[in-house]
């Protein structure tokens, strides 16, 4: 279809091929856009650079927890394209302990870390790369709803969330003159690297129990992201988008 020709951008945060940033890279590629990748760590470079099989793609370094690793992001793509269109962030981190111990539990540090990577950094890779956006870019992260209700388990990840969500807004203010999108995707559950740390997983991801009757894949996530970094989308910004398949609307579930 082509939605993304002549678009270029980056996308963080693609682990394995069941990354959900691996299903958005998979679909913006096929609809012509161009895509460069971080990873974080040489096992991770290898993973990715095996999934771009024959096709070469920009790969940087980028721990987002790193000042440093952002900056040398933003010299090295700069170096390599002139502008890009969009960014996308798919990036989380917590520990362990934080989604199987009650939340009470949480601890000053791995409060902090937890934001830090899954959240602030958001704001930190958006300010390194918003010089190198066109007018009319996106840029676009994962969140969970988590965010707004209690999910057992999730944890310090659903105030990270939150924080992703309302920094969405103001990013999406801030850059809004430039007519830059700024939106976030509420996903579903999906079996990821990630997710398969929270206990419980296998109960949400339950297709039955959706409006749609389905299980969410990776591939449906991808093509949300596409349309809202196509020329489709040009007045949403600072949104939570769900696609969880209509999870989100139920109260309770009957069998
Ligand atoms: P994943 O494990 O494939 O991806 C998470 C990525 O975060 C990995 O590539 C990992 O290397 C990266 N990361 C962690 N710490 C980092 C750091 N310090 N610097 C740079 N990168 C770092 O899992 P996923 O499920 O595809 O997660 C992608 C995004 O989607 C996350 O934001 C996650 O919270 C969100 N999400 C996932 C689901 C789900 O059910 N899988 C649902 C809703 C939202």
Excluded at 187 to 215: N, Y
Aim: aromatic letters at 8%; a negative charge.
């Amino acid at each position: 279809m082509d939605l993304l020709k002549g678009k270029r951008g980056i996308i963080l945060g693609v682990a394995n091929e069941r990354s959900l940033a691996w299903g958005i890279a998979e679909k913006f590629i096929q609809e012509g856009a161009e895509v460069a990748f971080t990873y974080l760590g040489d096992a991770q470079k290898k993973r990715v650079e095996n999934l771009l099989g024959e096709s070469s793609a920009p790969l940087f370094p980028c721990d987002v927890s790193i000042d440093e690793d952002i900056e040398n992001l933003a010299k090295g793509l700069e170096k390599t394209w002139p502008s890009i269109d969009f960014i996308i962030h798919s990036v989380a981190f917590t520990f362990r302990e934080c989604l199987k111990e009650p939340f009470l539990k949480t601890s000053r540090e791995h409060f902090m870390k937890t934001l830090d990577i899954s959240s602030y950094s958001l704001i930190a890779v958006t300010r390194a790369l918003s010089p190198l956006l066109n007018q009319g870019g996106s840029v676009l992260s994962l969140s969970y709803y988590g965010s707004q209700k209690v999910i057992p388990h999730y944890n310090v990840m659903g105030v990270a969330k939150s924080a992703l969500e309302a920094i969405t807004r103001y990013l999406a203010y801030d850059l809004g003159e430039r007519q830059i999108k700024v939106n976030c995707i509420s996903a579903g559950a999906i079996k990821t690297l990630s997710s398969s740390a929270i206990p419980g997983l296998s109960q949400m991801v339950e297709s039955d129990k959706h409006p749609l009757r389905k299980s969410l894949s990776k591939e449906d996530v991808a093509n949300s992201a596409t349309f809202l970094v196509s020329d489709l989308n040009s007045a949403i910004t600072g949104e939570t988008i769900y696609v969880d398949c209509g999870a989100n609307i139920m109260g309770y579930h009957v069998s």
